[in-house]
């Protein structure tokens, strides 16, 4: 047994349903405190009346080395998304069952991404204090609305002063085998809620109604016939869906007063949010329409550079093959943490991740943990 799959199997059985609190922070601090760092935990989000149930936890841990010296940071998240029924063993009951391949470690977390987390605690006790300045940026929110976690972190360092030089996030970016793609950006994300107003009515009296279904039909035509642009250097071509449409009108002989419908649309650096919410608002308001965007993150791009050629070569000595710089996917934290500093992701495969009976091979957790070591090694030598 690996030191990294001992403490992936503590984490596992220790459920954290987003928002995630108490028992998997505390095997987290049980981790780093031994290791000499400064672990610091807090909750924010308690909700509108003060209701503990919505609060989310916090983890920032320190490990200070000599005064001058770089500082380097793991960040991630403990929560999960709920596991769902089905399964071949318990969720949160850490199991390996043997495979084709290897053994395999069984638990919600396995990949997204407590494994990682394992991986960077085994790895730090590998990084000896004296080569600088490590840090854990660790929340509870990743996989909810993302209001109260990293963002909540970064406003701990700001007050702290505490800013680190570079920063890997621990997603699974991997895709065939570990190593294979690291994520050096992300497109942005904006979420848009369009509503046409009209004037109810029987439907054998048009003429005294107004039907706003028709405008709402026409408005989706014209925002999904946009081509927002043919893509960058790094980035793929930005793309707009519609993703929900919504009446209500539950009688067959009445116009309805209102037709609402949302769109999602995943966005390059040729863009910004408020830019895109500017566009589809005026393309709402032309039909007789609203629209009320929410942007959830803006795109971000790490260029290559030193950062990823301390990874890819990390990656290289432990495995034999070179990660590929990738901007695709969903969104995640680095998007806060860009602000920061530097930050690139990169972890372990990511085919069973927020699926049922997700797993992570016991031998990729032993790799990612001298990986992990390397990089740190490295970045603060640097």
């Known amino acids: 047994m690996t030191d990294a799959l001992a403490l992936a199997k503590q984490l596992i059985a220790a459920p954290s349903v987003t928002p995630a609190r108490g028992t998997v922070f505390d095997a987290m601090e049980a981790m780093l405190a031994p290791l000499g760092f400064e672990v610091t935990r807090f909750t924010r989000g308690e909700g509108e009346h003060g209701t503990p149930e919505e609060a989310v936890e916090n983890l920032f841990a320190i490990r200070r080395g000599p005064e001058g010296s770089r500082h380097f940071s793991f960040a991630g998240h403990l929560d999960v998304v709920p596991p769902g029924d089905g399964w071949a063993s318990a969720p949160f009951e850490p199991e390996v069952r043997p495979s084709p391949g290897g053994e395999l470690l069984y638990g919600r977390g396995a990949v997204d991404m407590k494994g990682s987390i394992a991986c960077m605690v085994d790895a730090v006790a590998n990084v000896p204090a004296e080569a600088g300045t490590i840090s854990f940026i660790i929340t509870g929110d990743e996989e909810g609305p993302a209001l109260h ?66 405008k709402l039909v026409a408005m989706l035509a014209e925002l999904d016939a946009l081509v ?6 790094w ?13 209500g009108n539950m009688a067959h002989n009445v116009i309805p007063a209102m037709a609402k419908a949302r769109i999602s649309i995943r966005f390059n650096d040729l863009h910004s949010g408020a830019s895109l919410s500017e566009k589809v ?29 301390i990874i890819a070569a990390a990656v290289r000595a432990e495995t034999g093959i070179d990660p590929e710089p990738s901007t695709t996917g969903g969104t995640s ?42 990089i740190a090694k490295d970045a603060l030598a640097r």
């Not at 976690?149 to 997603?171: F, H, K, Q, S, W």
């Not at 793309?239 to 929900?244: C, P």
């Not at 495969?349 to 009976?357: F, G, P, Q, S």
């Open 281 to 309: 608002g005026a393309i709402a308001e032309k039909h007789g329409g609203t629209a009320l965007p929410i942007i959830s993150g803006e795109p971000f791009l790490t260029p290559p550079g030193e950062f990823s050629d």
């Open 235 to 247: 980035f793929q071509p930005s793309n707009l869906e519609i993703t929900d449409v919504e009446v």
């Open 333 to 374: 934290d680095a998007r806060f943490l860009r602000a920061v500093c530097p930050v690139i992701e990169f972890g372990l495969c990511n085919a069973t991740m927020h699926k049922r009976d997700e797993a992570v091979a016991i031998e990729d957790l032993s790799t990612l943990s001298r990986i992990y070591a390397r």
């Open 149 to 214: 976690g990293t963002r909540a972190l970064i406003d701990y360092m700001n007050a702290e002063g505490i800013r680190p030089d570079l920063c890997l996030v621990g997603e699974p970016t991997s895709v065939n085998r570990l190593g294979d793609m690291m994520k050096i950006g992300r497109r942005g994300s904006v979420n848009i809620w369009l509503e046409v107003e009209g004037t109810q009515g029987h439907v054998a009296y048009p003429h005294l109604a107004d039907n706003p279904i028709p």
């Open 228 to 233: 927002l642009d043919e893509g960058t250097d």
